[in-house]
């Protein structure tokens, strides 16, 4: 990105998140800090979307680079040599009127869902290890909570690469299983909350 296009969209960004926090209610908060995370955001059609920090930045990164001649819904090739050639595709929106009910309600059950998800933590070995010893640490960054893992799940020597890595390697491995059950306790509790609720 050129930094006449990351100016811009620092100056977008400001501008547009000023106006949202303003203007529009808030849709979700911050469980920790209690902080607005989400708002309600009523667009030039009438239709209401929840809007974060994150799709405010993605509107101001793409505004400004369409405004310098860069196009950021499609990955650049040959056809698009001429800057401006190419039509900005419309995409889904999925983040629709319906979330703004659930949203709030996932935040409130965060804990509860990864609860479910995460059971005993017997599945999870490494993580439970990792989260044991990170409990601990002071300071993350210097307490090499990694290394003291990897010699409690494996033995050897302190700080070993071998084990270390070994204990890394396992631990994105549970973590990716650990995230697709997160997906499916929220996914339960949202189309159960539906049935109950009468909306399905």
């Not at 607005?36 to 920090?53: F, H, K, L, S």
């Not at 703004?100 to 439970?128: H, K, M, Q």
């Not at 960054?141 to 071998?162: D, E, F, M, Q, T």
């Amino acid at each position: 990105m050129s930094d006449d296009v990351a100016q811009d969209a620092v100056l977008l960004f400001a501008k547009r998140l000023g106006e949202i926090t303003s203007r529009c209610e808030v849709a979700a908060v911050s469980v920790a800090s209690r902080e607005p995370v989400a708002w309600q955001y009523v667009r030039r059609d009438g239709e209401t979307i929840v809007v974060d920090r994150q799709r405010i930045q993605y509107w101001a990164v793409r505004d400004a680079a369409a405004a310098n001649g860069y196009r950021l819904d499609v990955a650049p090739d040959d056809v698009d040599a001429t800057a401006g050639a190419q039509v900005i595709r419309g995409l889904p929106h999925a983040d629709k009127l319906p979330t703004l009910a659930v949203a709030p309600c996932l935040a409130a059950n965060s804990g509860a869902i990864f609860r479910t998800a995460w059971g005993d933590g017997s599945e999870y070995p490494a993580l439970r290890t990792l989260l044991h010893f990170a409990s601990e640490a002071d300071d993350l960054g210097r307490s090499g909570v990694i290394g003291k893992a990897a010699h409690a799940l494996y033995g050897g020597p302190r700080n070993s690469s071998s084990r270390v890595q070994r204990a890394r390697d396992t631990a994105v491995r549970e973590w990716r299983d650990l995230t697709v059950r997160l997906d499916a306790v929220r996914d339960e509790m949202v189309y159960r909350s539906a049935q109950v609720g009468g909306i399905a």
